[in-house]
């Protein structure tokens, strides 16, 4: 039981790219999401999905494209990366909306 | 609007102190969590707590719903509680969880 896996653990990359970042949990959760955490901002909530085909926005989607087509992953795309988007990227998933989350150990992201 | 604010910002204490950190949420969240990121950056649930009390060893919370605040009191502090603490609440009618920008805690040997 591996909780939820997040890769790659660092990327940098170049304006203008993009990329993927994985998350794959087994532990049968319904519910995951996507947060960024920046210095002094706490967390903010990107994408979530309630189930597989189903995915709705957060406070901040913005330059980032979510699918759910399976129960266990939920991979995050940046579409053509920027400076702004530079962050530490947090996966987590619940049971559902009324369990706890699980948090996986994050990706740090740098767009140069 | 919708806030999820916490309280102190910052604190700091010796090892053996006992702490209360304090969570205060709007009317249109609920289904409140603690969580404990770690020197590492690493993300702890330490409680899911809509409402009620709960324990677990030297960390307790408490959220009294009506009155729109969570407490999480940490008792005889160790070096390793150091770290960010953060409250949670999901925006009623929505999935959407809103974290606290959290409160820094560093015990002192």
């Known amino acids: 039981n591996a909780g939820v896996t997040q890769t790659p653990k660092f990327q940098v990359l170049k304006t203008g790219q993009s990329m993927t970042l994985q998350c794959a949990q087994d532990m049968n959760h319904e519910y995951m999401s996507w947060y960024r955490q920046d210095p002094g901002m706490g967390l903010r909530l990107i994408h979530y999905s309630v189930g597989a085909g189903i995915t709705d926005q957060g406070e901040v989607p913005n330059g980032y494209n979510v699918s759910r087509s399976t129960t266990e992953d939920f991979p995050l795309r940046l579409l053509s990366a920027a400076p702004s988007q530079t962050s530490v990227y947090f996966c987590a998933s619940s049971l559902s909306g009324n369990y706890g989350y699980t948090f996986g150990s994050g990706t740090r992201l740098t767009v140069v | 609007g919708i806030q999820v604010e916490q309280s102190p910002p910052d604190l700091i204490l010796q090892e053996g102190a006992n702490s209360t950190l304090r969570c205060n949420f709007s009317?249109?969240?609920?289904?409140l969590q603690w969580f404990h990121q770690n020197p590492w950056g690493q993300l702890i649930n330490l409680f899911y707590?809509?409402?009620g009390t709960k324990q677990n060893g030297r960390l307790s919370a408490t959220t009294v719903a009506t009155e729109r605040y969570s407490l999480l009191y940490i008792s005889s502090s160790q070096t390793t509680d150091s770290g960010v603490y953060f409250c949670a609440g999901r925006i009623s009618g929505t999935y959407k969880y809103i974290f606290g920008t959290g409160t820094r805690l560093k015990v002192l040997a």
């Open positions: 707590i809509p409402s």
């Open positions: 009317d249109s969240v609920n289904n």
